[in-house]
């Protein structure tokens, strides 16, 4: 796990602990096989605050980041908030992901009531937990959580666009989709293979530098 700097923004509004991840720049998001990149950025609510909070590292193993593949959101919270419950209240966005994949995250059943208070009166839209990388192995630290409406052909070309170049320890897929990680960008060099999960990476511990979810 290494540390990177970018200048990150707060969207006003947000409670103390949840921020927008910083950007994710074209081509680290692609669709696999499809003609166009998927470019993601920061929510309007960022671009619309007044101005940055001030420069901070990106997400290290005291933060949980997930973005969504379709639309672009994204969120990152400080340890000991909720991803997804933060996701569901900030976002409006209902994650579908098995209990414990998400460090911090609570169980869906202690969560439930405090989501269904949160999205009353707004359109939530359903998005599934495909792939989640983490900085330690056996699946522990900081974490990334990635999801779609549906599907599993979709990756990351730079690890680096999103603060995690060189940094992933272990993964872990759901929803049938299997992921690789590999040791250069634009899913080339030695990789892990297509597997469901691995708590650990071997040789490419610290060394991913794109992410494909098949």
């Known amino acids: 796990m290494d540390h990177h700097t970018a200048s990150r923004c707060r969207p006003s509004g947000h409670a103390t602990g949840v921020r927008a991840d910083g950007p994710l720049q ?9 003609v166009a990149a998927v470019a ?7 671009a619309g605050a007044a101005g940055p909070a001030g420069a901070a590292g990106l997400p ?15 969120l990152c919270v400080d340890r000991g908030v909720d991803l997804v419950a933060a996701v569901a209240r900030e976002r409006g ?3 579908t992901v098995p209990d414990g994949a998400i460090p911090g995250s609570l169980p869906a059943s202690a969560r439930s009531a405090s989501t269904g ?6 359109a939530a839209v359903a998005s599934t ?3 989640v990388i983490y900085d330690n192995s056996g699946y522990g630290g900081g974490s990334y959580a990635l999801s779609i409406s549906s599907g599993c052909g979709w990756g ?21 989709c299997t992921t690789a990680l590999f040791a250069n960008e634009n899913y080339a060099g030695s990789s892990t293979g297509y597997t469901t ?3 650990g990476l071997g040789g490419l511990n610290d060394q991913a530098s794109s992410w494909s979810v098949h």
């Not at 074209?26 to 499809?34: D, E, I, N, S």
């Not at 993601?40 to 960022?46: I, T, V």
């Not at 208070?117 to 707004?122: I, L, M, R, V």
């Open 26 to 34: 074209r081509p680290g998001w692609r669709a696999r096989g499809a």
């Open 40 to 46: 993601l950025g920061l929510m309007a609510a960022c």
């Open 60 to 74: 290290t193993a005291d933060y949980a980041c997930w973005a969504d593949l379709g639309t672009g959101a994204s």
């Open 93 to 95: 966005v209902l994650l």
């Open 117 to 122: 208070a949160a999205t009353t009166g707004t």
């Open 129 to 131: 937990v495909i792939s």
């Open 156 to 176: 990351v070309a730079s690890l680096g666009s999103i603060g995690w170049n060189d940094r992933a320890s272990s993964y872990r897929s759901f929803n049938g």
């Open 197 to 199: 999960n691995a708590s």
